[in-house]
């Protein structure tokens, strides 16, 4: 059964006044323009000492410092049959993507995303009597895949592990990317050697933990601009899958709010959940409703998070410090659909604002 965890469960007291905020152009909300010092509340004045005070922390740490003391990692040979990559995943509860290796030329070959078996998944639908070649893709087909669909390739950005976490993002945020690899250099051969992978999430969390100043973050969402609230994909139980992941594909994004009939948020389908219906190969599933789609999801789903645009970064933060959170649905009062707010808004937010300001600092 599909739950919200409720926004109380995140929400600090606030003040039950104001209204939804603006929005503009393809839905996501511009950054608020900087003030002059002089024109700066004491809430502005500090909500920019607490986003300087991370900037600082993510220029002296490295993605190396981000990394648990155990964690699992796996890498994939770009000559393994797509089919049997999905196999993997599957096996390996929580992991969504994985290197690629090149064992022809040992080299590092790229990210395999959910991105990729989506690729996979339009090629069959545009090509439904070509199921018995597509049950013989191997990883290292997906660029010509992408050429045959007419997507453009999927960049894949690395970044060497004691580089600061500062330049990662930076990286990820020009890419788009939700994820990158940490790519070393072996001493003794000269060649790459894939150390690990970092996500926004885990990124979040490393914050979270460790910069005390994120509870200086108290501006309420409708007043930083962060999120997107004009033109949300958006779905039923009853709608079928395929129309979903076209939805996914056409806008760029991971997940698609579920709503019931009177347009209250009940789930979410993610980009992650595909893995689960096309595992082995077989894409009969992608015939399902949304609905008997998200009962094959495991049961270690934790659920969805939301908030409320009166909602602030300090208690985001905290959630995040304490749960693994991949978005928040923003809704009001009635449990309606309001926005979404993504880990990569979040991270462009805490990268990008007020560094103007701290240019002319310098």
């Known amino acids: 059964m599909a739950f919200v965890t409720p926004s109380s469960y995140l929400r600090r007291a606030h003040a039950a006044q104001g209204g939804q905020p603006a929005a503009t152009g393809e839905g996501r ?8 010092p002089s024109q700066m509340t004491p809430l ?9 005070a991370i900037r600082a922390f993510l220029k002296v740490r490295t993605s190396y410092d981000v990394l648990p003391l155990s964690f699992r990692l796996i890498i994939l040979d770009t000559a393994l049959l797509v089919k049997k990559s999905l196999n993997i995943l599957n096996q390996n509860a929580g992991i969504v993507s ?8 040992s080299t590092f070959a790229g990210l395999l995303t959910t991105a990729d078996y989506i690729n996979v998944i339009q090629y069959y639908w545009q090509n439904p009597d070509a199921l018995a070649q597509i049950d013989q893709f191997r990883l ?3 660029r010509d895949i992408e050429r045959s669909i007419g997507v453009a390739p999927i960049e894949t950005v690395s ?5 600061p976490l500062y330049e990662a993002l930076r990286r990820m945020l020009e890419s788009k990317a939700r994820r990158i690899p940490l790519v070393d250099v072996d001493d003794e051969t000269q060649r790459a050697m ?3 992978v970092v996500t926004q999430y885990r990124i979040l969390k490393f914050i979270a933990v460790n910069v005390k100043e994120t509870q200086m973050l108290r501006k309420p969402l409708k007043d930083i601009n962060l999120g997107t609230y004009r033109d949300l994909a958006t779905a039923t139980m009853d709608t079928p899958v395929m129309d979903v992941i076209h939805m996914l594909v056409k806008k760029s994004i991971s997940s698609v ?6 347009g209250a948020v009940v789930n979410v389908f993610e980009a992650v959940d595909i893995i689960t219906l096309i595992k082995g190969g077989v894409y009969d599933d992608l015939t399902l409703s949304v609905g008997e789609a998200l009962l094959k999801r495991g049961d270690d789903f934790a659920g969805i998070y939301t908030c409320s645009v009166f909602d602030r970064l300090d208690t985001i ?3 995040i410090r304490k749960s693994r959170v991949h978005r928040l649905v923003v809704i009001d009062e009635r449990s309606h659909l309001v926005g979404v707010l993504t880990l990569s808004d979040i991270l462009e937010y805490i990268l990008l604002e007020g560094e103007d300001l701290d240019l002319e600092r310098e």
Do not use: C, Y
């Open 29 to 36: 909300r511009p950054m608020t323009p900087a003030k002059p």
């Open 44 to 52: 502005d004045i500090e909500q920019l000492e607490g986003l300087r």
């Open 159 to 163: 970044i060497h592990p004691e580089k």
């Open 317 to 319: 933060f905290d959630t």
């Open 194 to 196: 894939v150390v690990s």
């Open 140 to 142: 290292n087909s997906l």
């Open 98 to 105: 994985a290197p690629l290796w090149d064992s022809k030329t």
């Open 257 to 262: 709010p579920i709503l019931d009939k009177e």
